[in-house]
């Protein structure tokens, strides 16, 4: 007697959906697994970063204060006048160091201004462009270019207003700061 072939296919499509279950939940257990083994190993590398990084900033700390000391004894700075003195270098070093910052900051400021510029100029020039494609006369389209020349030179002259106060501010604040510093007491 030969079988009935839907039963046949039926217990392949079940045989097919279980092996299909069961390599689907293999895969996701192996795939978990692997996520935590890959997190474990994060965390390590993390760990002996963390202590790497602990180590090196004490041994750095460590030099810093031997230099120091040899700092003063080389060219004999001993007692209150050393420490005074040195107060003061660390006091214009860190002043220099803010003065950069603020710098910095402001050309960061400034390249964004001239970024929005760009950016608002093109795409106002694209606006303007389709305002040309819809001229009718010669007369309309020289009277728009013209328009269009001075909306781009006044926007020009107002950036670079605009980028010139910022950099008289930055220049002012950090000059300020290195004054501060050589005015302290000695």
Same mark, same amino acid.
């Given at each position: =007697?030969?079988?009935?072939?839907? @039963?046949? @296919?039926?217990?392949?499509? +079940?045989?097919?959906?279980?092996?299909?279950?069961?390599?689907?939940?293999? *895969?996701? +257990?192996?795939?978990? %697994?692997?996520?935590?083994?890959?997190?474990? *190993?994060?965390?390590?590398?993390?760990? %002996? *970063?963390?202590?790497?990084? %602990?180590?090196?900033?004490? !041994?750095?700390?460590?030099?810093?204060?031997? @230099?120091? +000391?040899?700092? %003063? /004894?080389?060219?004999?700075?001993?007692?209150?006048?050393?420490?005074?003195?040195?107060?003061?270098?660390?006091?214009?070093?860190?002043? *220099?160091?803010?003065?950069?910052?603020?710098? !910095?900051?402001?050309?960061?400021?400034?390249?964004?201004?001239?970024?929005?510029?760009?950016?608002?100029?093109?795409?106002?020039?694209?606006?303007?462009?389709?305002?040309?494609?819809?001229?009718?006369?010669?007369?309309?389209?020289?009277?728009?270019?013209?328009?269009?020349?001075?909306? /781009?030179?006044?926007?020009? =002259?107002?950036?670079?207003?605009?980028?010139?106060?910022?950099?008289?501010?930055?220049?002012?604040?950090?000059?300020?700061?290195?004054?501060?510093? @050589?005015?302290?007491?000695?």
């Amino acid at each position: =007697m030969a079988s009935h072939p839907r @039963s046949s @296919s039926g217990d392949i499509g +079940e045989a097919t959906r279980r092996t299909t279950e069961q390599v689907t939940r293999q *895969v996701s +257990e192996d795939t978990e %697994r692997a996520a935590r083994a890959g997190a474990d *190993v994060l965390q390590r590398n993390t760990d %002996r *970063v963390n202590a790497s990084w %602990r180590r090196g900033s004490e !041994a750095a700390n460590r030099m810093a204060e031997r @230099s120091m +000391e040899q700092f %003063r /004894n080389l060219f004999g700075f001993g007692g209150e006048a050393g420490r005074q003195t040195i107060a003061q270098s660390s006091s214009n070093l860190q002043a *220099v160091v803010e003065s950069t910052s603020l710098v !910095a900051d402001g050309m960061q400021d400034i390249s964004g201004e001239w970024l929005r510029f760009a950016q608002d100029q093109l795409e106002q020039n694209m606006e303007h462009f389709d305002q040309l494609l819809t001229c009718r006369s010669p007369h309309d389209y020289v009277a728009l270019q013209t328009r269009i020349l001075r909306e /781009n030179f006044d926007a020009l =002259m107002q950036t670079t207003r605009r980028a010139s106060e910022r950099i008289t501010q930055t220049a002012d604040m950090a000059a300020r700061k290195v004054s501060e510093a @050589s005015i302290a007491p000695e």
